[in-house]
């Protein structure tokens, strides 16, 4: 039954960590368009739980997206310079939709397990019922 | 008649395998997204069960005697079809395949069991 039970911590360590994921790519294509915004993204680690001897994950902290930032052509924008560009943000959509698919598939397939685990122990409990 | 305790007692070791197989299948699915990580898995049942024979032990002082409990240990899944660029292992579908076998031996195990204790019970006679 202990078993059963860490399953549903493992599971559930991976359902927060997709989740977290997921909000950071909702945060980047809420900025798509914000002068000056890099990318957020986070990175994923395996981290072994001392209680349960189980490999659960946890999430690293926030990385911000290092590459320049795109010079738009606007002379018509506020924040443009005395060339007429002003900086851009680093989102590209196509790439966060591709993540939060992942993410999303990810977290659908941790949930499955997570159901699944429950059924088990629920089949488990049914015994003593009965 | 002094069969049955065997059967319980096999339906309970299938079941308790199940139950560490369901831990690594979790493990395996919530990393599926670390690079480097390799898939892994648990030795099947009737491996594990002819294997766990245990010796003959005739006192309870014998070595071995008590070794019906043994741990599992899992091992990397050497079969992986294919890794993906960031070094990764875990394929979804494969797991989704052994999360519904798992399921299906737990089911099993537990049917056993509760039908070896209707058998137990009716040869009490309640």
Redesign the interface.
């Known amino acids: 039954m202990s078993d059963l039970f860490s399953s549903f911590s493992i599971a559930a360590s991976g359902m927060e960590a997709q989740a977290r994921r997921l909000r950071h790519v909702s945060e980047n294509i809420s900025n798509a368009d914000t002068p000056g915004y890099r990318r957020k993204t986070v990175d994923f680690r395996a981290e072994i739980d001392r209680a349960s001897g189980t490999t659960q994950v946890s999430v690293g902290p926030v990385q911000l997206d290092p590459r320049a930032l795109p010079r738009i052509y606007d002379p018509g924008h506020a924040l443009a310079d005395e060339t007429g560009f002003y900086d851009g943000s680093t989102v590209d959509l196509m790439i966060e939709i591709a993540d939060a698919r992942e993410a999303s598939r990810s977290y659908d397939a941790n949930l499955r397990v997570f159901d699944q685990t429950r059924q088990m122990a629920q089949g488990l409990l049914d015994l003593l019922r009965r | 008649m002094f069969d049955i305790p065997e059967v319980m007692r096999m339906a309970q070791g299938m ?2 395998h ?3 197989r ?2 690594v ?3 395996n ?6 690079p480097g ?1 390799r898939a892994r898995d648990l030795p099947e049942f009737g491996k594990v069960h002819a294997q766990a024979r245990p010796m003959s032990a005739t006192r309870p002082g014998h070595l071995g005697a008590g070794a019906q409990h043994q741990t599992l240990s899992a091992v990397i899944d050497r079969t992986a079809p294919a890794r993906a660029p960031n070094g990764n292992t875990v394929s ?1 579908e494969r ?2 395949v052994r ?1 519904a076998q798992n ?1 299906q031996s ?2 099993m195990a ?1 049917a056993v ?2 039908s070896a204790r209707g058998i137990l019970r009716t040869a009490l006679g309640r």
């Open positions: 079941a308790r199940a139950a560490a369901q831990v299948i979790a493990e699915i919530a990393q599926s997204d670390i990580y979804l797991e989704m999360t399921r737990h089911d537990l069991y509760s």
